[in-house]
């Protein structure tokens, strides 16, 4: 309405809100960046190696009766040892990723974006390379980029034609950043191993959507950030940030429009 003085939303991105409008209008807007970091890293991890290792296809072999005598090659998967993994947006969530993901014995990390980050890149040895040679050179490609129009689509048929076919793409940005129909295309023809995704278009997918028929594509209900800690810390900013606002204060995370 015409009263509307601020906004606070409880989360790190923003693409659901009208920027063009809220700027013309004066409104200020309050967000909830680095307090998800590290709860969205830690997921995007265990997403990657949910979707590498085939933990839920594997878990319902289990409940199944799939589980008989031991077969050599059965639920085998790929792992992080010795491998390329690019980056797709080496911001704050990007970094927290690939310090996580380090230890794992990655050989290389590739990363992509709007521009080289030196500073950033120096702590993994992070090399800053055209979207394509990501795909083709990465073993797990993981999407940490925020939705502008530039990503929008970004992850489409020919992005997924040059990967690999053993590799496993990851995505806990925005469902946006990925033309799911050539994702499903993609992962259905064998053209890469699996996939691993905390976002989708729409959210909720719907239960008969095509992705959802495929063991190869593990899909969470956007849950990066749901911790316990962290969800109660997003919750006490976004209301420092409300109150600030109304008050005509300086907000503790305020979107510089």
């Known amino acids: 309405g015409p009263d509307l003085k601020v906004i606070s939303t409880l989360s790190v991105a923003f693409d659901h809100l009208a920027l063009d409008e809220i700027k013309k209008r004066g409104i200020r807007v309050g967000y909830t960046p680095d307090v998800l970091t590290d709860a969205t890293a830690e997921l995007s991890v265990a997403l990657l190696l949910s979707a590498c290792r085939r933990l839920p296809e594997a878990a319902e072999q289990v409940k199944s009766g799939g589980w008989t005598t031991w077969k ?17 947006g080496l911001g704050r969530i990007g970094q927290a990723v690939a310090r996580r993901l380090k230890p794992f014995g990655v050989r290389k ?3 992509t974006g709007s521009g080289p980050k030196p500073e950033s890149a120096a702590e993994f040895g992070a090399e800053f390379v055209p979207l394509t040679r990501l795909a083709e050179e990465s073993d797990f490609v993981v999407v940490t980029c925020a939705l502008t129009p530039a990503t929008q689509g970004m992850c ?45 278009t729409p959210e909720p997918l719907p239960t008969d959507h095509p992705l959802l028929s495929l063991k190869n594509c593990v899909i969470l209900p956007h849950i990066g950030s749901a911790t316990y800690a962290t969800r109660s810390t997003m919750a006490v900013l976004a209301a420092n940030n409300l109150l600030a606002g109304l008050r005509g204060e300086p907000m503790p995370h305020e979107l510089k429009l």
């Open 72 to 88: 050599p090659l059965w639920m085998c998967g790929y792992g992080l040892s010795d491998s390329t993994v690019g980056i797709i």
């Open 156 to 200: 489409n048929k020919d992005f997924f034609g040059r990967m690999k076919k053993t590799s496993v793409f990851v995505n806990t940005s925005r469902g946006a950043v990925v033309n799911q129909e050539d994702l499903y295309n993609a992962l259905a023809n064998g053209q890469i191993a699996a996939a691993g995704l905390d976002v989708t």
């Open 109 to 111: 990390f590739l990363y």
